[in-house]
Antibody, heavy 118, light 112 residues
Framework: QIQLVQSGPELKKPGESLKISCKASGYTFTDYAMQWVKQAPGKGLQYMGWINTQTGKPTYADDFKERFVFSLETSASTAYLQINNLKNEDTATYFC???????????WGQGTLVTVSS | DVVLTQTPPTLSATIGQSVSISCRSS???????????LNWLLQRPGQPPQLLIY???RLESGVPNRFSGSGSGTDFTLKISGVEAEDLGVYYC?????????FGGGTKLELK
């Protein structure tokens, strides 16, 4: 069955960087884009953008055009979210999600909790 | 960016009660291809969101038919006909007509 499995929780200091992974299985990875969504503690969902898994071209929402990088390792069916120069406000759970035709968030990863604290 | 406004922010219901959630968009969600990309998600506590309804009214596979969606243009509604305990959580509308995609603020459904 289709699964998106994300890497484990992270505890980082301000100014550091991290890279979250999202490994897909149960379908051909390059057939569908990968979306990223942020959820701050106790808050709602915020769309970060998406990456074209065929071309590797990322598209970022305005709030995520700096310090955030989407990338791929297609041979491993894995998408990555890198966050550089971490700030306290990056503390959140980050989700990857895979769309299907007409269904933008058909499948979700379990989420990765990122805590940024000095 | 498109702003989605959900009401009410919190909804208290008893088991078996029917409830509705509204989602209003700052601009029409009718795409030039004729589709309206308005979707509903449910996030249960401690879980990732799950897709309930897409294209305004199409039920995702495996979702009980007590859930239904309706609306057009800028006004949309999610209805639950007979709330069950497993329905508790936060409901989000999300539009994928206009880039960037945007979420509503959420409606928390809790037991009265």
């Amino acid at each position: 069955q289709i699964q998106l499995v994300q890497s484990g929780p992270e505890l980082k200091k301000p100014g550091e960087s991290l890279k979250i992974s999202c490994k897909a299985s149960g379908y051909t990875f390059t057939d569908y884009a990968m979306q990223w969504v942020k959820q701050a503690p106790g808050k709602g969902l915020q769309y970060m953008g998406w990456i074209n898994t065929q071309t590797g071209k990322p598209t970022y929402a305005d709030d995520f055009k700096e310090r955030f990088v989407f990338s791929l390792e297609t041979s491993a069916s894995t998408a990555y979210l890198q966050i550089n120069n971490l700030k306290n406000e990056d503390t959140a759970t980050y989700f990857c999600a895979s769309p299907r035709r007409g269904r933008p968030f058909a499948y979700w990863g379990q989420g990765t909790l990122v805590t940024v604290s000095s | 960016d498109v702003v989605l406004t959900q009401t009410p922010p919190t909804l208290s219901a008893t088991i078996g009660q029917s409830v509705s959630i509204s989602c209003r968009s700052s601009q029409s969600l009718l795409h030039s291809n004729g589709n309206t990309y308005l979707n509903w998600l449910l996030q249960r506590p401690g879980q990732p969101p799950q897709l309930l309804i897409y294209l305004v009214s199409r039920l995702e596979s495996g979702v009980p038919n007590r859930f239904s969606g309706s609306g057009s243009g800028t006004d949309f509604t999610l209805k639950i006909s007979g709330v069950e305990a497993e329905d508790l959580g936060v409901y989000y509308c999300v539009q994928s007509t206009h880039a960037p995609w945007t979420f509503g603020g959420g409606t928390k459904l809790e037991l009265k």
